[in-house]
């Protein structure tokens, strides 16, 4: 109890010579407070041991000396090929195959545009329907053959042709092909003349 006042002391500046017991008034009377001095804020100060223990030192064995191997990579996730699981609505191929149509589609009408200056369902009503029927017959071949192989996307990403890329890529290109198709609608001839 003396460290803890003479540390109390030192942190608001006072000392033991100094120091004198002080009267405060309660409820009840006077009391003599004989053990701090009244202080209206006191501040609290903690301090670690200046010798703390020393804690024992291990020494290593000769056989804890030798490297240790890293473990082994997991093994790549297998990749169902069953036809309900490819499809699924949280499958590969529906958001693959889409993105990839909607990305030769909203290309394609594009560049129509511009070389032809018809809007998109011009070039639908003039004999687009066939043509596009045709190429999404292709992609949805060529894209769900190496699914049913077990050949993930993933697996083939690189650096910048990545299959996230891909994916956002085909969700731009879904919603600027219906913005498109809108926009032409509601204008009345083609986005760009």
Do not use: H
Not at 142 to 170: D, H, L, R, Y
């Amino acid at each position: 109890m003396a460290a803890v006042n003479l540390s109390l002391m030192a942190i608001k500046g006072t000392s033991l010579l100094q120091w004198k017991p002080t009267e405060r008034s309660t409820g009840f009377g006077k009391m003599r407070n004989s053990v701090m001095p009244v202080s209206r804020g006191l501040r609290v100060k903690c301090m670690a041991e200046a010798n703390p223990q020393p804690k024992e030192s291990v020494t290593p064995s000769p056989q804890s000396t030798t490297p240790i191997s890293p473990p082994p990579p997991p093994p790549p996730k297998k990749v169902s090929t069953k036809f309900g699981d490819v499809f699924a609505f949280g499958g590969p191929a529906p958001e693959t195959i889409n993105g990839r149509l909607a990305m030769l589609g909203f290309v394609s009408a594009l560049g129509v545009e511009i070389a032809s200056g018809r809007d998109l369902f011009s070039q639908l009503a003039s004999g687009g329907v066939p043509l596009f029927l045709g190429s999404a017959v292709l992609l949805t071949i060529a894209s769900v053959i190496p699914m049913f192989k077990g050949v993930s996307t993933e697996s083939k990403s690189q650096a910048i042709m990545s299959s996230g890329a891909e994916m956002w890529n085909g969700r731009f290109a879904m919603i600027g092909l219906i913005a498109l198709a809108l926009t032409e609608y509601l204008k009345g001839g083609p986005l760009i003349s």
